[in-house]
């Protein structure tokens, strides 16, 4: 047994050449990289077999290497470990994390680990070299790139004190995750750190629980003052061990057969000029002999690559990246997880290069191991004053101070309670410091608002109205959405117009009512005047007297007006011009009064509905095309980043427009735009995601939302990347919304208080009330007034008639008249006198006139007087007699 410092190669040649000499059997060691290479080459020379112990790999910077042919290692070949601990992190699944290392070879061991992840995947892998003893600076570092998880690889005596650093920095905790590929790790004192290692792991090739453990305890135990236990023995010392009984076991085998060759001295004097003799020795058929035996040691099974030794594979392994003979590609670690309850490592599962990663324990009892952790934890859950998610008073109805989570109230208190019911846990609310979901911050380069304080270790969870978002996955973990919703538009109610009675007059501007009420006047006075010039239109008072000696006119001035209305009225009338000038008139005015009616009759059902609610914008498109209404979104909100990220052409208008009045348009809060959209009625429109506009709209009755959805997506609760709990927090909310809790606490969250309730948006129908065609009666009832005045002042002016004519009071004809008026059984009534037949005789010429204007024809004025003549009563038989004799 030798001694001789990591870098001393002269000395280890000087030992080799002596142990030759003395005629060894084999030559175990050195312990160190820098010395073992001289002592391979030698030993290859020599054939004398050489074991060794400690980690190699072939020299990247030569190209003329060679393996050494007389060297067994028994620690695991570099390229099966590096693949090794790459399957390890695989079925990690870790999103993203650092890997620390001490030196270039650390990289080696490392490499595989690198080519887990492609180069433009989500996944984040960051290198940092461990340089000098100030880690907390290395920490920081770590921390600010807001990494939980980190691959350790240094050297043992740098552990703890890299994890005392560590707990100084706060990168200690339920999320912070160590993987450890140090072998030694697992033999450490940890000291004060036992209460606060979580979430530690590591591996390690020793079987603490072998009888070869147990065996070699023993041995050691009984020459040692202080004992050593089964999960402090170094990995050297056992390989070693192994390595000793590994060549013992084997030279007894082989010294067995007599046909192997014998032992025989040899010098390094000897070997300088002599060539390699074809007779293999003794040593190398030991070798060989070695190579193809296997081996159950403390360092579990024991197995070596098999290659031959002919010049073309030796060309062969020189050439391509497969394990070289020698090397122990065939291994099994152990998985280790650090426990407090045990204060050292335990096994939860062992890799195997043939099996993968293969656990012991069940996923049930890992979830159970997971929930007994979130029954003993307190999580501090971090939230914002929003309505109604979180409602924050300090003092209550009485105000008596009120303390700790007493202050909170809301929708998403009551679901922290519910999912608290079932999972047993302690919890605090706490209010973000400056009331912001989250959001990237490219001036300071960190998050802030609650995604900042889940990053920053300040909470373990995180509820409010907060958007998932693929930014915001990709630091942080969701859960299962607790409520769906979507961005849409909050605008205010348009008004709906007051009733107008005569809203039958909206088709038609005053002034086309004034023109048209002057054409009708003119068109009357021309055919007045026309019908006076044309000869046509004169006739004959008599139809039978074909030779007239005097005719008339039927087209007094009432008789136009009378034609004229009938004709734009759509009813026609009885009496027609017969000249050419007056029809061409008439003509044309029917060809005005069917395009003014046809307008009118076309127009009339929209007008008359004019009233009905309509809004002046129907979604985005109406948004984008105008420039009147105004719009924005929260600055800095996922509402706001839609817009920016979207590559619709409508949307990217949009945010354009916003974009270019940002301090204007983009309000900092859901409260200052919908107050906004309410105080400048119908000027601005305020996009927010569907369910606080809900909220507001049930209790603000002068908004509402107008259109869909422009998007979809839903609120979680955050958690730190990749938590554990994230599954046991997800399965919860799956329970409430199948249960119908959900929406009965949104019910009970969103509904307005009892009495302040928004009626709902009448659906407009297509029945008209008597608020839009009542001015239609009031035109007809004016009508029917008229008509009864007009009616009573001829009445009044027949009674004086008759009171002359009959020389009566006039009391008396009134009440004659007015007797006979409202007797509805007498259908005749008779002449009055003589000398009022003779004043009517008198006045034929203008009782003709009125009745044709009546009747359209001379015959039936003379049959009207001779029936009316004919009519006679008893008592006036004789004046009735002196009547017909004047007539006839």
């Known amino acids: 047994m030798f001694n001789i410092s990591r870098t001393d190669s002269f000395k280890a040649q000087e030992i080799v050449c002596k142990l030759a000499e003395i005629g060894a059997m084999a030559i175990f060691g050195p312990g160190s990289i820098e010395t073992s290479g001289i002592v391979s080459s030698m030993t290859e020379k020599l054939e004398?077999?050489?074991?060794?112990?400690?980690?190699?790999?072939?020299?990247?910077?030569?190209?003329?290497?060679?393996?050494?042919?007389?060297?067994?290692?028994?620690?695991?070949?570099?390229?099966?470990?590096?693949?090794?601990?790459?399957?390890?992190?695989?079925?990690?699944?870790?999103?993203?994390?650092?890997i620390i290392y001490e030196n270039e070879e650390n990289l080696i061991r490392l490499k595989d680990i690198l080519q887990i992840h492609q180069p433009n995947g989500d996944n984040l892998v960051t290198m940092m070299k461990l340089e000098d003893e100030n880690y907390a600076i290395l920490l920081k570092k770590v921390k600010w790139n807001q990494v939980k998880n980190v691959v350790l690889d240094i050297s043992t005596d740098k552990i703890v004190p890299f994890l005392q650093a560590a707990k100084l920095v706060g990168m200690i905790g339920d999320y912070n995750k160590y993987f450890i590929t140090n072998l030694d790790s697992y033999t450490l004192d940890y000291g004060d750190l036992i209460e606060s290692l979580v979430n530690i792991s590591s591996i390690r090739i020793n079987n603490v629980s072998s009888v070869v453990m147990a065996d070699a305890l023993k041995n050691i135990n009984a020459f040692g003052e202080h004992p050593l236990e089964a999960h402090q023995m170094p990995l050297e010392a056992a390989l070693i061990h192994d390595a000793i009984h590994f060549f013992v076991n084997g030279l007894d085998a082989y010294v067995q057969n007599p046909n192997n060759a014998r032992m025989k001295p040899s010098s390094c004097s000897d070997?300088?000029?002599?060539?390699?003799?074809?007779?293999?020795?003794?040593?190398?058929?030991?070798?060989?002999?070695?190579?193809?035996?296997?081996?159950?040691?403390?360092?579990?099974?024991?197995?070596f690559s098999l290659k031959s030794s002919t010049q073309q594979e030796d060309k062969e392994e020189e050439s391509n990246e497969s394990p070289k003979r020698g090397s122990r590609t065939e291994f099994m670690l152990d998985i280790l997880e650090y426990s407090k309850e045990l204060k050292q490592y335990h096994r939860i599962a062992y890799f195997d290069t043939t099996k993968g990663v293969v656990y012991e324990r069940s996923e049930d009892d890992k979830e159970e191991k997971i929930f007994a952790e979130i029954q003993n934890k307190t999580f501090t859950i971090v939230t914002r004053a929003e309505a109604p998610f979180i409602f924050y008073n300090s003092i209550d109805k009485n105000g008596n101070p009120l303390l700790g989570n007493d202050q909170f109230t809301g929708y998403a208190v009551d679901l922290i309670r519910r999912i608290q019911g079932q999972l047993r846990f302690k919890y605090i609310f706490k209010l973000v410091d400056d009331n912001k979901n989250g959001n990237f911050d490219k001036e300071k380069n960190e998050w802030n608002g609650l995604i900042g304080d889940i990053l920053k270790g300040r909470a373990d969870l995180a509820i409010a109205d907060l958007t998932i978002t693929y930014d915001r996955k990709k630091v942080v973990d969701f859960t299962t959405p607790f409520m769906n919703l979507g961005i849409s538009i909050l605008y205010v109610k348009p008004k709906p117009k007051a009733k107008n009675l005569f809203s039958f007059l909206d088709p038609f501007k005053t002034d086309v009512w004034i023109y048209t009420g002057c054409a009708y006047i003119f068109i009357s006075v021309l055919v007045f005047v026309l019908s006076r010039i044309n000869n046509d239109d004169w006739e004959s008072s008599h139809p039978c007297n074909q030779d007239p000696d005097e005719v008339e006119s039927i087209w007094n001035v009432l008789n136009c007006v009378w034609l004229m209305m009938g004709s734009i009225m759509g009813q026609g009338s009885d009496i027609l011009p017969k000249g050419s000038s007056t029809r061409i008139v008439t003509g044309m005015w029917w060809f005005f009064a069917l395009i003014m009616l046809a307008s009118y009759t076309a127009n009339l059902a929209a007008f008359l509905t004019s009233d009905r609610l309509s809004s002046t914008i129907s979604g985005a498109e109406d948004l984008a095309k105008q420039v009147e209404i105004k719009y924005g979104a929260v600055q800095g909100g996922s509402t706001m980043r839609f817009f920016q990220e979207s590559n619709y052409s409508t949307y990217q208008r949009m945010w354009?427009?916003?974009?270019?009045?940002?301090?204007?348009?983009?309000?900092?809060?859901?409260?200052?735009?919908?107050?906004?959209?309410?105080?400048?009625?119908?000027?601005?429109?305020?996009?927010?995601?569907?369910?606080?506009?809900?909220?507001?709209?049930?209790?603000?009755?002068?908004?509402?939302?107008?259109?869909?959805?422009?998007?979809?997506?839903?609120?979680?609760?955050?958690?730190?990347?990749?938590?554990?709990?994230?599954?046991?927090?997800?399965?919860?909310?799956?329970?409430?919304?199948?249960?119908?809790?959900?929406?009965?606490?949104?019910?009970?969250?969103?509904?307005?208080?009892?009495?302040?309730?928004?009626?709902?948006?009448?659906?407009p129908h297509d029945d008209l009330d008597i608020g839009n065609v009542g001015g239609v009666f009031l035109v007809l009832i004016g009508g029917c007034l008229v008509a009864f005045f007009v009616a009573c002042i001829e009445f009044f002016i027949n009674v004086q008639h008759v009171a002359i004519n009959e020389k009566i009071t006039h009391w008396d004809a009134f009440k004659s008249e007015l007797a006979f008026a409202f007797n509805f059984w007498i259908v005749t009534k008779p002449v009055r006198s003589q000398s009022n037949e003779i004043v009517s005789r008198k006045s034929t010429p203008q009782r003709s006139l009125k009745s044709r204007s009546r009747f359209g024809s001379e015959t039936r004025s003379f049959k009207n007087k001779s029936t009316r003549s004919l009519n006679f009563d008893s008592s006036l038989h004789e004046a009735t007699s002196k009547s017909l004799l004047n007539l006839h």
């Open 656 to 763: 354009a427009t916003m974009e270019s009045n940002a301090d204007i348009y983009n309000p900092p809060s859901n409260d200052e735009g919908v107050n906004r959209v309410e105080k400048e009625s119908g000027k601005y429109a305020f996009m927010m995601e569907s369910v606080p506009m809900e909220y507001q709209t049930k209790r603000r009755c002068t908004l509402m939302q107008v259109g869909e959805w422009l998007d979809s997506k839903g609120y979680g609760i955050a958690l730190p990347l990749e938590s554990p709990y994230r599954k046991f927090f997800s399965a919860q909310i799956l329970k409430l919304q199948e249960s119908g809790v959900l929406a009965q606490l949104k019910e009970d969250w969103w509904k307005a208080p009892p009495g302040k309730e928004c009626s709902p948006i009448e659906v």
């Open 271 to 303: 070997i300088r000029d002599s060539p390699r003799s074809s007779q293999p020795s003794f040593g190398y058929g030991l070798l060989e002999f070695l190579r193809a035996r296997e081996y159950n040691g403390i360092t579990n099974h024991i197995e």
């Open 48 to 98: 004398i077999p050489h074991l060794i112990y400690h980690w190699k790999t072939k020299p990247r910077q030569s190209q003329d290497y060679k393996d050494p042919k007389m060297t067994l290692n028994f620690y695991p070949e570099s390229e099966a470990l590096a693949k090794t601990v790459a399957g390890i992190l695989i079925d990690y699944t870790w999103k993203s994390y650092t």
